[in-house]
């Protein structure tokens, strides 16, 4: 009555492998044939994700053009609002014309900035 409990037994399922008297070229193919498997699906990972990157990239570069468009739009609207501001006091046409040259002095500010900053660039 107070014996061991009996034993159980789980069936194998799958072909078993022979690991005891298995000859060392054949132990030597089979870890090369595991370290190529390993190896090939390490690089799909690698490749899946790669294009998940990808896609998030080009999800961020066109969120980043569409910002890009729509802060030119602001700048032009930010000026028309200037040149209206100028109009309240002046005849429109001076307060266009005031706008526009401001325009020009801030374009050619930094156009010159621009050639300074190639040619320290460009001595060094």
Do not use: D
């Amino acid at each position: 009555m107070g014996g061991a409990p009996p034993r159980r037994r789980f069936a194998v399922t799958g072909a078993r492998r022979k690991t005891r008297h298995m000859p060392i070229s054949e132990a030597a193919r089979n870890v090369a044939e595991h370290a190529t498997a390993v190896a090939k699906l390490e690089l799909e990972l690698k490749a899946v994700e790669l294009k998940k990157k990808a896609a998030s990239f080009a999800v961020g570069i066109g969120l980043g053009v569409g910002a890009a468009v729509l802060a030119v739009f602001m700048v032009a609207f930010a000026l028309a609002t200037i040149a209206a501001a100028f109009a309240t006091f002046l005849s429109w046409w001076l307060a266009l014309l005031i706008v526009t040259a401001l325009l020009l002095f801030l374009c050619g500010l930094l156009g010159l900035l621009a050639v300074r900053a190639f040619k320290k660039a460009s001595a060094s």
